[in-house]
DNA sequence: TCTGGGGTCCTAGGACCC
DNA sequence: TCTGGGGTCCTAGGACCC
């Protein structure tokens, strides 16, 4: 088996992992919400996305709609939070500095983890164990840390070190009886519909998984599958990625406080999403080659006619154009928008997303004329600098009443003056 | 009444070309 | 009855992740 292989032997791969993390964060500034049930909620108080153990305990599966449980949430007394991306954002950083002392290499893989090299430090086990107390001492952030030889294993060790009292796991290569305990479905790459299938013939463990010939394995996953396999036995499929790729598309969407049925709501929400999306890339340094607009019913009713339509468009010229966005964003959704139908949630692709200066310029026309880009980045910076409120087009509407809910956000503590602590 | 948002990669199949 | 072969490019859809 791969995981006996010599070369890899030197090879250790830390993943770590923020407990519970949002509820983490609110408990940061609410102490008193310690070893007490907490959750918070998805945009839109939509469904539960982090929950503290003790709401585990209680029952409330994760993505579970928050209507579904609110009873059990009142008669349980859980605290009941909406997301505060703002602050988590702002305390994921503050984690991933203080990891960053401690391994030459990391890798940021999401808001709540990271991976780092430790590929020759002689106790990892030791190492990780000083790590979690810092991070939890300088960020009040618990964490747990896995150990293994690649990232797949280090995922799995995670997952069993979460169980720990010492929050730290290794798994090493001879560890065949750990590997029988865990489902298939465990495995970081083996979701909902790969876990059936792999059942199905019997692979129902990690271990019979490792051991199952590649090609019974590639014809059910295909390559990527594979990978996951090879990982598993210790052989590295997957590299460290320090530097962080440029995403390729870039998406800005929301589902709708309430039903919306007019075509002048959705344009409003349409141009909003444009404006989101084309900031995100313009901050980014880059330019969007094409467009999407999508629509859609909420497809959890039933009882409703159902519509969902998306369309798109490439722009003849990459373009960072806010106005030019919109405005083609509009087109797009007046070509998909069929009335009498209650609208959920619509949004905007950005897609083929290049660097602005890898940019091919068209021969022969000229979009964006120098008066044109002034005004756009003034227009940019009023907004920037005094708030969207001061400076928005016409198309973003004022009102908004299709907005979202987020009615139990607290304080943005760390990243807006007025939210900060007040002691006395 | 109420069910998140934002990404990635891979593959199959169609259109088109010579 | 018989109905080229081989290549590229693009897109939609399916799988996964947090």
Not at 133 to 150: D, E, F, H, M, N
Request: contains cysteine; aromatic residues 8%.
């Amino acid at each position: 088996m791969g995981c006996r292989d010599q070369r890899y032997s030197f090879l250790v791969i830390a993943l770590a992992d923020c407990n519970n993390f949002y509820v983490s964060c609110e408990r940061v500034f609410r102490p008193a919400l310690r070893n007490r049930p907490v959750i918070v909620l998805s945009n839109n108080d939509g469904c539960a996305v982090a929950r503290s153990n003790e709401a585990k305990a209680l029952g409330i599966p994760m993505g579970a709609p928050y209507h579904q449980i609110k009873k059990l949430c009142e008669w349980n007394g859980v605290t009941v939070f909406s997301s505060n991306y703002e602050l988590y954002g702002d305390m994921s950083r503050r984690v991933t500095s203080v990891l960053a002392r401690f391994a030459p290499e990391l890798e940021i893989y999401s808001i709540d983890e990271s991976f780092l090299n430790l590929s020759g430090v002689n106790t990892p086990l030791l190492l990780s164990q000083r790590i979690r107390k810092t991070v939890v001492r300088w960020t009040g952030i618990p964490i747990s840390i896995g150990l293994g030889k690649t990232k797949t294993l280090a995922k799995l060790a995670n997952r069993l070190a979460k169980k720990k009292k010492t929050g730290c796991f290794e798994i090493r290569a001879e560890q065949d009886d750990i590997l029988k305990q865990i489902p298939v479905g465990d495995i970081w790459g083996v979701g909902h519909r790969l876990s059936i299938r792999l059942q199905r013939v019997g692979l129902n463990n990690a271990l019979r998984f490792a051991q199952a010939p590649s090609s019974v394995i590639r014809s059910i996953g295909g390559v990527t599958l594979e990978r996951t396999q090879r990982e598993i036995t210790g052989i590295p499929c997957l590299e460290m990625e320090q530097v962080p790729q440029s995403r390729k598309n870039t998406c800005s969407s929301r589902s709708f406080g309430r039903p919306v049925e007019t075509l002048a709501e959705l344009e409003e929400a349409v141009a909003n999403y444009a404006v989101k999306a084309t900031r995100k890339v313009r901050s980014e340094g880059s330019l969007t080659s094409g467009l999407q607009v999508f629509i859609n019913t909420n497809r959890f009713r039933e009882d409703q006619e159902q519509y969902a339509n998306s369309r798109t468009l490439a722009f003849d010229e990459p373009t960072d154009d806010i106005i030019r966005v919109v405005q083609n964003a509009k087109v797009l959704l007046r070509s998909i928008y069929r009335k009498g139908y209650a609208y959920k949630k619509t949004g905007v692709i950005l897609l083929d997303l290049i660097p602005k200066r890898s940019q091919q310029t068209l021969l022969f026309e000229e979009h964006g004329s120098p008066r044109r880009r002034e005004f756009i980045d003034a227009f940019e910076e009023v907004s920037a600098r005094y708030g969207q409120s001061c400076a928005f087009l016409g198309a973003q509407g004022v009102k908004q009443k299709w907005s979202m809910r987020r009615e139990m956000r607290t304080p943005r503590y760390t990243t807006c003056w007025d939210d900060l602590v007040k002691v006395f």
